[in-house]
């Protein structure tokens, strides 16, 4: 892949691109202004050496607990088959997938949206909350690095998570946090990097229950997004409307199966899931085109397709 160095930058401070107080240059071989451009690049977890960590990651998810409480059972082939069939409807929609250097001490790195999220100045790298997954920062460093990504910045003042910085538009995020996966200390740290570049933030505050805000707010186009209603504060709601942004409503039922952690494609299409059939059918009925994978190996362990992706670079046009 081995683009080339897009911020000088990173040739000075390879662990800092960002610049002090706001103004940092933009990258230009990679590029993410969005969450809904058409998606050129995406950045996966391998699943070579995914499974699941059972009780010891019940404390950081709810949807861990559920599956536990269940009596549910990893089935490694049937994950293979789920992430393939997840790989080839990226590539179906024109997306290059890119992964993860395998790291036998990570099985979780699948889900590549935790440890770090793109910008339009580089990658940041978060802090994860769970002990045993701490050591996911470590793959994802080493591929921005030696694929020449720019590394905006650190999580430094404790835990965040990749899921809780939602780009709405460029220059706009939602910006989440629990106290327990995403720390709000840490998440202001996050937030005043991009309020110095001129950015509008607005905090969303959840309950841990709900992991992390991408499990309940999803852009789906420029214009429109995937919202679970019932858990979403009205906050959150009204200021999206403000956006003129159309909400397409998600179920409860869905939203605990990770339904709504969706991923914009760009040119009307949407990854989602096969548990999510109401929204499904209302996103067709809009005139987006789905696919639909069936993803329970990974759902049921805590994350969605959202989770499990970090795009890496979109056409701005």
């Known amino acids: 892949m081995n683009a080339p160095v897009s911020n000088p930058e990173i040739i000075q401070n390879p662990l800092r691109a960002r610049k002090i ?11 993410l202004k969005s969450e809904t451009g058409p998606l050129l690049d995406v950045l996966l977890g391998p699943v070579d ?8 990651n019940a404390e950081f998810s709810s949807l861990v607990r559920d599956s536990l409480r269940r009596g549910r059972i990893y089935d490694p082939a049937l994950a293979a088959s789920q992430h393939a069939e997840m790989v080839h409807a990226y590539q179906q929609a024109g997306t290059q997938c890119h992964f993860l250097p395998v ?24 802090q994860l909350a769970n002990p ?18 720019p590394i905006y910045e650190m999580v430094s003042m404790g835990n965040f998570e990749g899921g809780d910085f939602n780009i709405i538009r460029p220059g706009v995020a ?9 720390e709000g200390v840490a998440a202001r740290q996050v937030a005043q990097w991009f309020i110095d570049e001129g ?14 805000i991408d499990l309940m707010v999803c852009m789906l186009t ?35 199966a990770l339904g709504c952690n969706v991923v914009a494609l760009g040119n009307d299409k949407v990854l989602s899931t096969r548990v999510a059939k109401d929204l499904n059918q209302k ?28 795009p890496l670079r979109r056409d701005p046009a």
């Not at 050496?49 to 010891?56: A, H, I, K, V, Y």
């Not at 939602?174 to 995403?182: A, E, F, K, M, N």
């Not at 959150?236 to 003129?244: A, E, G, P, T, Y």
């Not at 990974?298 to 992706?309: D, I, N, P, Y």
């Open 199 to 212: 950015w509008e933030i607005k905090f969303a505050p959840i309950d841990p229950f709900y992991v992390h």
């Open 132 to 149: 045993r997954r701490r050591g996911e920062y470590a793959p994802a460093l080493r591929f921005y690095l030696e694929n020449n990504v």
């Open 174 to 182: 939602l910006v989440g946090y629990t106290d327990h996966r995403s």
């Open 222 to 256: 420029e214009n429109c997004a995937a919202v679970c209603l019932e858990t979403t504060d009205d906050d959150i709601v009204d200021w999206l409307k403000q956006k003129k942004i159309e909400i397409v409503p998600a179920t409860f039922a869905e939203t605990m």
């Open 21 to 31: 107080g706001g103004g940092t240059q933009e990258m230009t071989e990679w590029y």
């Open 49 to 56: 050496t995914f499974r699941w960590l059972g009780p010891e």
């Open 103 to 126: 790291d036998e001490g990570t099985p979780m790195q699948v889900y590549a949206r935790d440890s770090s999220f793109m910008t339009p100045y580089g990658a940041v790298i978060c």
């Open 283 to 310: 996103m067709r009925a809009i005139g987006l085109e789905v696919y639909d994978p069936d993803m329970t190996m990974f759902t049921w362990a805590g994350g969605g397709v959202h989770c499990m992706c970090q």
